[in-house]
């Protein structure tokens, strides 16, 4: 008995190509076409041998590579000694493990003291723990966020991300959330951190006080936008004037992305609420943490939970990940020399295309073409002569060059070459003057 | 420079406690006071050598019990040979094998032929998927959702869960989702499906129409409340009256644990969306599935997201147990026989304190002992004893007994000798009349 | 310049006709489709000289018939003496006599010592203010409102309103407010007071604890379902014991129509907040008022305010219907005659329509005939026969007989006379076994 | 029985004085308190004898002064011969009347095609019904509204209100609102038109297709800020840019206010919808109209409603305010006569004090001191010396010179005589360097 209709039978190509099942939300397998079965690296292999550069990473979730051997050498002898590898949010030895590493290694060094949520092991629900906390902590309602934001897609964080294409999904009011305008939005003779302060100190503004400004340095999704020091200085400045708490979704900008382990390091500013996740595991096993200033950790026990709190597969990754990176500053100098590489490669492209401009801080960088178009035929060139390269930005017209921290500079160099390339066959059939 | 105020040295203990760092937000390591290390099947043993019977079970999320030899045999080789670990949602090998043995070894035989989404891994994510994918279909924004239901914590999810501690921690309102009774709550005699027809059918009684109902079939954070196959037939019916979808979220209740693999499976009918969690990935990684009717997969691509869709390793041991206890009906029978084994004991159990009973179906038992002080008190000396063992239910008022469905019988008689010892103990403190 | 197209020629026929400029959202003037120039008690009157016994009496707003001559008088004195006609919410000696009246004759009397707010002059108004202050002071957001209740249609007030045709209107998410069922909604044998106790006890039912109890003793728009004193005394006690403020709506129901100034004097209940409007003024001029006890006028000064809070006609107006109608009790005993003699004819003609029964208290009596189909039928037959006469409830089923309750007895009779008539056609042309 | 605590009595005092049992929601009798008794044409007197001229003219509700001697002769005739005074939305002589005038002397002459709409007889229910209706049209949610905008206090209507003291005693969520910066807020030299337009243009910004752009040409209570024609303008060709519509709210700013009918006529911009109250009736009773264009009129009959909608007497007003006023141009020119008197006035007095400026349209106008103290001082002063003049602005900066456009000269002349002392004053008190 079906609650719609007769069920129908699944067609029979389904039969032979599992993927016929999957829903009509897949959305990378569309634009990369390809079965994967290996990686090593910065490089993904298919089972008929293909092999593929990787400027996707994970979308950022990668920024070691895929496979670290450290790490697949860890996991193996996690597995053969029965370690817990489900543990709620038990305490663990795996936990206490990455926990120690994290406060002595990424906390201490940066004079940093939060206390340490693990929520379900996403993204998304670590944005919800931030807001709900904050929300909670100063009994106010909205949360500032800016345009261009991305943040997440559940409910809640949904409010906050600022893509139509994902708020239209909602299909529900999403609410709770002033947008306020990103650094530059306006142009470069704005100062929209003014403009913000203006608004909250004007008590007829209709922007209610809100309980926290939701801010990303640079925001990935959103076309690599680049927050600057000053601004982000402003805005933390803002926040607390007007009694609200700083939230730093460094989801993506976080884990060393931009040059330092925190995206706003050099803006010299302590956040109350930090978000991280995608490459806290170092091998893309998911995993989130939300970081809270000691003063404000007022939850009430369990009020904020999930089964996977406790994926200690990625506890014991992560503290790898951060014993072999961070105990030096070894990937951080070659992340900067990598970062000059690519920007120097991309400046040397945007030459080709007429306005087009490099965007980004660190190694995550990107080409801005003008329009997404033209963006999105440079990543299907890219793709069919082995590189992985994806788009962002309002429109899709930034190529986003997410390459893996550690992408040897052979390897850096072949995928530039291949994208240099796609720019120039595009540019080609583009006239200059348009 | 904080936001707050000017950040204060961790207390020296934390430099030796790393758990003294983590939020106020911990659970279920206040009432399981202990450091773990290692586990297998249905035991966790601490690094001192002490080892407890599991009748937690990750929250009904191990239902194949710790760390399961063939799946780490399978891990093992998945991680020595490279395969793609994590995977976005790009088709992958690990996937493909996944989707195969889930429609063959599952939907197939039961003529079920639904898509599979894999949203982000948690069940919260998968609920905020089912909810958004029914508005969207419907243009209708409400969904029904039952007393003592849990969907998660997420503020999409968070709606439709009925808990007040965790309702409170939202601080924003939760809206979106109207609340009807659940089978048997307004006592045996009250038929609860036939109020919500009764509402739904009058254009003046202010239940606005839905776009969904959203029900567990038995309730396990709500207290081991079971829906009758009849009131379940009722509300199918009731939601093809008006419209409106059928979600059947069977994160806790599915895999089995009632029985079946899927919950719903005896009361024959066929949700339009069904969400998976938990005990899917086998060992208790990461992994969640809305399972969709064809007809309602209208999904525009990417419109709900989220990094970790591909979990590899996940998919990996996914396959695994399906292969290894779906194919035929072993493990089914040996429930069977176990969750008749609990209850037997259970009910033995409930004569010794007065107005207990037993709740709950297959190997979804638990004992209501009336309130969750005593409750509680049982809970403690088990644990003291050598069992881990959880309450549910409004007030914590039942003893759940999530042991895994592999525990071997006499781990499973050992396991209830501790309970039945601690609920003797506790009946001796109790006066019987009160 | 047309925002949306060049502005098209208004149709000619509106050059003699106005009505046709006006919108579409008009309602009763289709029914009853006249054009009325002058009213005397119980009768309006047409330009071309028909008149029509009115037993809608705007929709119990006028309790008193239409142009009683004794406010007539005083609204001319008061005109042409260069009374305030228009006074904010200044101090005016218009509302100083209303203000005194009120209270002398009303509160005191019953021993209600409520503070007076004058809010915008229209009933929603007045819901919207008791809704805010009931948030406000008890800090929590769900309203409880009822099925087939009807509270207005501003936003707020619309949320508590159960009609779906008013609440589609709305085009946005109305929220705030926790639907439950009605007095009798589950049949004779359902306690709908105690399910509600027991949502509220539970906290786990997913009911949140409620801002207010929003209340009509007898649901006017709802179909003249009447609340018995035992339900009501128990949803007072029910709001007391969970926090929560009881508010009752006694915009149609109050200034006599059911038998006492207030609907609830019966049930021997003081509620925290009471809203009135329609008869308050006595003459039909926009006015409302929500009475607050004093332990919970919380407001700051303006925080709730509107152009309109004086208007000092109705104030002139409102203070001589107290002082001629409510100076003693004669009023209530003509009331309380009337009421049976229109339940006793009601009853008769209950007889003549297969299921009909006789619904409403006081003199706010209705006949539901079951369908609406029918209920139009005779309410348009009335009309053609000298007699306005509306329908409600979910369906439109009850035909309402809401006559001043100065209608004298010869009119009344006139008035019940015709509906008899309307009734036995109506009774003849439907098959009694259907 | 009370539902809160036992009643107390109330207390002697105000067995005198009525006042003392008005809600502590009251708000202008604070500023202004007196009791008054009579007015006529600009002046307010008390029962005392002392007389005040009158530059509040109920916040513009009294655009022709107190008790024109031709309506009140046309309400004495209205009353005398039994006209229906109240007429639910029945057709009636009255309203047949107000419709045909205001068609003929309002719509027509100025080629405006629109539907009229008359809602519960206040400003906020009338933007409820406009916000309502724009999105029912387009199927969108969220309405643009500007900062410093009022729009009312009603739920629905208070989300757009941008004041903060009213937001906060709404105590629950206001959504489906989005803030944009009206004409000047960030400056002379930012145009927010083009951040409007941009932000919508952009599919990522995070503000979502409007169903609406909501705006006060000049914001009354918002400080008198003046929207200029090319921004007025540009928002236009922004709305129907973005398939939204066109709403102004002429409540405070229309009825000839600021030199013509409607406030957007020298502006050439054709509003989908126009919201009018306050003058409308002349008297200053209750009344609101919703100017619907006709392709937009989709209401549902009966959609929105309420029971006042037709307020007779005010219908009787209105139609000889607008035959007296609007049949030629004699009002209108002394409007712009007497308001660049009342310009000349205000510009002499912000000489004396530092940074004091003018702002405001036609007879809608008023001197910033540039701060609340300053002005509420003066606003006393007044009071003290026989003006009645009120405060507007985020923070009560600005003193309000609304008189009614009535006012003969030498009233207007001996008004701004009284305000230029207490200016004086105020100025002799206050250092001039700051």
């Not at 033209?374 to 899709?396: K, Q």
Request: hydrophobic content about 40%.
């Amino acid at each position: 008995m079906s609650n719609i209709q007769p069920l129908h039978r699944i067609k029979a190509e389904s039969e032979t190509d599992p993927f016929l099942h999957e829903s009509e939300v897949r959305s990378y397998c569309r634009s990369f076409d390809a079965t994967f079965s290996t990686a090593k690296g910065s490089r993904l292999t298919c089972a008929n041998g293909r092999s593929y550069i990787d400027f996707l990473a994970g979308c950022s979730a990668l920024n070691y590579g895929h496979n670290d051997p450290d790490m697949v050498a860890a996991l193996l002898e996690y597995l053969e000694t029965g370690g817990v590898a489900m543990g709620l949010d038990l305490h663990t030895q795996a936990k206490a493990q990455f926990i120690d590493t994290f406060v002595r290694l990424i906390l201490e060094p940066r004079s940093l003291a939060y206390r340490l949520q693990f929520p379900g092991p996403t993204g998304t629900n670590a944005v919800e723990a931030a807001m709900k906390l904050a929300r909670k902590v100063t009994g106010r309602l909205q949360i500032i966020a800016f345009t261009n934001g991305f943040h997440g897609c559940s409910t809640g964080a949904l409010a906050a991300t600022a893509n139509r294409h994902h708020r239209m999904g909602a299909a529900v009011q999403l609410h709770g959330v002033t947008r306020a305008y990103f650094d530059g939005y306006l142009g470069p003779d704005v100062d929209t951190a003014d403009q913000l302060d203006k608004a909250l100190s004007d008590p007829s503004s209709g922007f209610d006080l809100p309980a926290a400004i939701l801010v990303e340095t640079v925001q990935g999704e959103g076309g690599l936008n680049v927050a600057s020091g000053g601004w982000m200085q402003k805005i933390a400045a803002i926040a607390r004037k007007h009694g609200a708490l700083l939230i730093v979704d460094d989801i993506q900008a976080g884990c060393g992305r931009t040059g330092s382990f925190f995206s706003f390091e050099p803006h010299e500013i302590a956040p109350d609420i930090v978000v991280l996740s995608k490459s806290l595991s170092g091998f893309g096993l998911p995993m989130s943490l939300v970081l809270i200033h000691p003063d404000i950790d007022q939850w009430a026990p369990g009020e904020h939970n999930g089964t996977f709190r406790g994926n200690s597969l990625a506890f014991i990754t992560a503290a790898i990940a951060l014993g072999k990176f961070w105990s030096d500053d070894g990937l951080m100098r070659d992340a900067r020399r990598r970062g000059k590489m690519i920007r120097a490669a991309l400046e040397d492209m945007a030459r080709l295309i007429p306005a087009a401009r490099v965007k980004g801080r660190g190694m995550m960088l990107g080409l801005d073409v003008g329009n997404g178009r033209v963006a999105g035929a440079i990543s299907r060139r890219c793709f069919a002569t082995g590189l992985i390269i994806e788009t962002s930005g309002a429109r899709g017209e930034v190529v986003k060059v997410l390459a893996p921290l550690t992408t040897p500079d052979e390897v850096l160099g072949d995928g530039l070459g291949i994208l240099r390339a796609a720019v120039e066959q595009q540019a080609a059939r583009t006239p200059r003057a348009s």
